[in-house]
């Protein structure tokens, strides 16, 4: 794999705001989020559960809900550039898989290349090439001809990721992909997304309420308040990669750690947050 290339994404002053249920007025649910990322690099949105971190996530690759102007105000750049729509180097993977129950792993893999589904032109045997690639990167070329019901769901989500990366997008976004699995295989596929991003560099931004995740894979982490989101807090992450179990009992993991937690408690989280270690 080779380098995804610089990218820069900007957040100048985003405020969304949705009808209430009720029909009484409007509710905001993200207010005056400020935020430049320059890739490549893996920034971590943290936040309790229903803070807005998904909203804010799929602004960055242009995705827009049918029944609300998104954002309320303000703009979102990519290289400058203002994202009104889905945006051709941006790739989501989602907590729920999304792999197609009758096709086999390395056609799954392959189905941003179908339909006219990926945007960037590749041809034909460049496409096997990278699909051949990307399930031997993530060890499933022996169950190439498998269908999603024979892997478990570590293995499923392997899949998710590769569909993502055989684009060589520049911005990968991901919605708490790892949040349904258990610990082992969850620490398993933070592994192999390091792995995977070290050799293919692009600008990540994960989104997790999981304060032990953030601090293992970050490079940046950005703690949201929440009702609405604001930035409680932006700062970055120099360790060294691996960041193991021993790492995560140091001095310096454990001051990240309760740094995060006494934000989201000054910033009157009320939704779920998890740490795991």
């Known amino acids: 794999m080779t380098d995804g290339g610089a990218v820069r994404v900007e957040l100048r002053d985003i405020v969304q705001e949705y009808p209430r249920p009720d029909g009484q007025g409007v509710m905001r649910v993200v207010d005056g989020i400020h935020l430049m990322i320059q890739g490549p690099t893996i920034l971590m949105l943290l936040g309790p559960s229903g803070c ?3 909203t804010i996530l799929r602004m960055m690759g242009g995705v827009r809900p049918f029944n609300a102007v998104t954002p309320t105000s303000g703009t979102v750049l990519i290289d400058g550039q203002p994202c009104e729509g889905h945006h051709p180097d941006a790739v989501m993977v989602f907590q729920k898989y999304a792999n197609r129950p009758d096709l086999s792993v390395r056609d799954n ?3 941003p290349f179908r339909f006219g589904l ?29 269908r999603p019901a024979q892997l478990s769901g570590g293995q499923n989500q392997r899949v998710a990721l ?3 990366l055989v684009t060589r997008p520049r911005i990968l976004l991901m919605d708490e992909p790892f949040g349904a699995l258990d ?19 692009c600008l990540i931004v994960f989104v997790t309420h999981d304060v032990t995740e953030a601090i293992t894979l970050g490079d940046r ?18 360790a060294p990669r691996p960041r193991g179990e021993a790492w995560l009992r140091t001095p310096e993991a454990t001051e990240l750690g309760q740094r995060i937690l006494t934000h989201l408690r000054q910033a009157k989280a009320s939704g779920q947050v998890r740490v795991t270690v």
Not at 118 to 136: H, N
Not at 184 to 198: F, G
């Open 221 to 238: 982490v950005v703690v949201l308040s929440t009702h609405p989101a604001r930035i409680a807090d932006d700062f970055a992450i120099h």
């Open 109 to 111: 893999i392959g189905l």
């Open 52 to 54: 807005g971190k998904s």
């Open 118 to 146: 990926w945007k960037r032109k590749v041809d034909a045997a460049e496409a096997r090439r990278r699909v051949e690639e990307a399930m031997a990167a993530v060890g499933l070329a022996d169950k190439a001809d498998h």
């Open 183 to 201: 610990a082992q295989i969850r620490s398993d596929m933070q592994e192999l997304l390091v792995k995977m991003w070290e050799a293919w560099r």
């Open 162 to 164: 590769a569909r993502a």
